[in-house]
């Protein structure tokens, strides 16, 4: 009997993990023109970009999944933290944000969470390495924070349709030192009284 018991218990276990609450990245609202670069929307580029939850507005620490361009192809995987490929992101449903590998990312149980989407430009794995880049052409931001309500064992996964839209920006760029500035003047000075000598 205490092994029917018991056996009943680890099933239901099973059963209950594998049916547990998940969150799509996915964007089925259907707003329009979700990121804008620089204040102009955009339906064309593809982004690298991360969805991050936590249980407060002020600990979202929690990497769900990063979509990158330069990442493999999308896979079956549901672990949190994973990487999937970014192609397609934002170009499809009139640029709202687009996870193509469908799959649903497991927060362990019902309730609201707090999230907040990274997206950048350009061949970085990171948010804070496009940040730091210093590069010019480069374009990071970050939405407003939302919420996303998951809910019971039955109900279907949790899309992201609280999302704000959002603009991201150059990344402010490498300005050279006062003393590469000062030397380049004092170059061109003098190639300009050679010049004028000659």
């Known amino acids: 009997m205490k092994k029917v ?13 594998g049916n547990a609450q998940q969150v799509l990245f996915q964007d089925n609202s259907f707003n329009s023109y979700d990121v804008s670069i620089n204040g102009v929307p955009d339906t064309t580029q593809d982004l690298n970009l991360e969805l991050l939850v936590g249980s407060s507005s002020t600990s979202i620490a929690t990497d ?13 995987s549901t672990a949190l933290g994973t990487v999937q490929s970014a192609a397609g992101d934002i170009t499809k449903f009139g640029g709202t944000i ?7 990312y497991n927060f362990g149980a019902a309730g609201t969470y707090y999230a ?6 350009g ?11 210093q590069q010019t052409g480069v374009f990071a931001g970050t939405s407003a924070v939302f919420t996303i309500a998951v809910g019971g ?8 349709s609280n999302i704000t839209p959002f603009n991201i920006t150059q990344v402010p760029t ?23 000598k000659k």
């Open 5 to 17: 018991i018991l056996t009943t218990v680890l099933l239901g276990g099973i059963c209950l993990a």
């Open 153 to 160: 064992q039955t109900s279907p996964p949790a899309d992201i």
């Open 116 to 121: 907040e989407v990274e997206a950048w430009t």
């Open 174 to 196: 490498a300005v050279p030192e006062p003393g590469t500035l000062a030397m380049a003047g004092v170059g061109l000075a003098s190639m300009l009284i050679f010049r004028r």
């Open 98 to 104: 687009n996870d193509n590998s469908l799959n649903g």
């Open 64 to 76: 769900v999944v990063t979509l990158l361009l330069n990442g493999a192809t999308t896979t079956s």
């Open 123 to 133: 061949n970085f794995s990171t948010y804070s390495a496009a940040l730091n880049s």
